[in-house]
């Protein structure tokens, strides 16, 4: 045998020999990934799948994760009604000095609503953005925008620098301006964005909307949310309702231990914004249990 063919059968056998051992290796690799498929379909949460909704769009968002847990239409453009006041309050917080003393005029009063509010009254800048998030006062949002003339401008600015990309607002109380035209336009992704920002940097700001009922200059103001109470754990709300945007809502709820998720739902109905919210709320509950805890 020549040296040139002990060659040939040499490389032959080593082939050979490489190819079984190859086919060995990828069957141990699929059986080892056949066993993890497997553990994952038994740790897999049924939570969100059967959820129904009367909401036309709805985020629900982890902040301690950094991420959604659930979406529907979620950057969908639509009317935000008084969800525009968590603008306001950002803005008047940003803008406005602690120590000014807010005038109520015949301007803001005439609005749709009575908070009870009088022409003439003088209000610090803090307690009349309880006031208005609380309630959703129609009246003190004006009289806060009403302080700046560049207010509106201001709301749409911080909109872009907070690159809430299908949010813009046209008034400061979110109220429809006729027929066709609503007072702000946004998405449940943007609100969920603006209240994690707010609860960041301004966490006392939404301390009101976390109560039933508060006292402020011996008035007293209730809550528009009628999940507070219900839901454990709500650090932060707000309500939204008009003509052409159905039943907004946007809630903080802290599951323990510090770990707020956020939940927001547009267009709804009036009351089925509220069971929107608590079906979201006991999906993420039992979603974070079988997935975090």
């Not at 036309?56 to 006041?85: G, R």
């Not at 609380?134 to 620098?161: G, P, Q, V, Y």
């Not at 939404?206 to 007293?220: G, H, P």
């Amino acid at each position: 045998m020549t040296i040139a063919k002990r060659k040939i059968i040499l490389a032959i056998v080593l082939f050979s020999a490489l190819f079984l051992f190859l086919n060995f290796f990828n069957s141990e690799n699929k059986e080892e990934k056949n066993e993890t498929e497997l553990l994952t379909e038994e740790v897999k949460t049924p939570a969100f799948e059967n959820l129904k909704l009367e909401a036309k769009s709805a985020y629900v968002f982890d902040v301690i994760q950094d991420k959604p847990l659930f979406e529907f239409n979620a950057d969908a453009q639509l009317p935000l009604a008084s969800l525009t006041k968590l603008m306001t309050a950002v803005v008047a917080k940003e803008n406005i000095p602690e120590w000014m003393l807010i005038d109520i005029n015949n301007e803001a009063i005439k609005e749709v609503g009575d908070n009870g509010f009088l022409v003439g009254e003088k209000w610090r800048i803090d307690k009349l953005i309880d006031a208005m998030l609380i309630s959703s006062s129609n009246d003190a949002a004006t009289a806060i925008a009403l302080s700046n003339d560049n207010f509106i401008s201001l709301m749409n600015e911080k909109s872009s620098r907070l690159n809430l990309v299908q949010t813009y607002f046209l008034n400061p109380t979110g109220l429809d301006s006729n027929g066709q035209i609503a007072g702000s336009y946004g998405s449940a992704k943007d609100i969920a964005m603006l209240m994690n920002y707010l609860i960041k940097n301004f966490p006392l700001l939404l301390e009101a909307t976390s109560y039933e009922e508060i006292e402020i200059n011996n008035r007293k103001f209730k809550n528009t949310d009628k999940l507070i109470g219900e839901i454990p754990g709500v650090v932060a709300s707000k309500t939204g309702f008009s003509d052409l945007a159905g039943g907004n809502l946007a809630v903080v709820f802290d599951i323990g231990l510090q770990y707020p998720i956020i939940i927001v739902v547009l267009g709804s109905t009036e009351e089925g914004r509220f069971e929107d919210v608590k079906n979201l709320y006991n999906e993420s509950v039992k979603f974070l249990i079988d997935t975090v805890y």
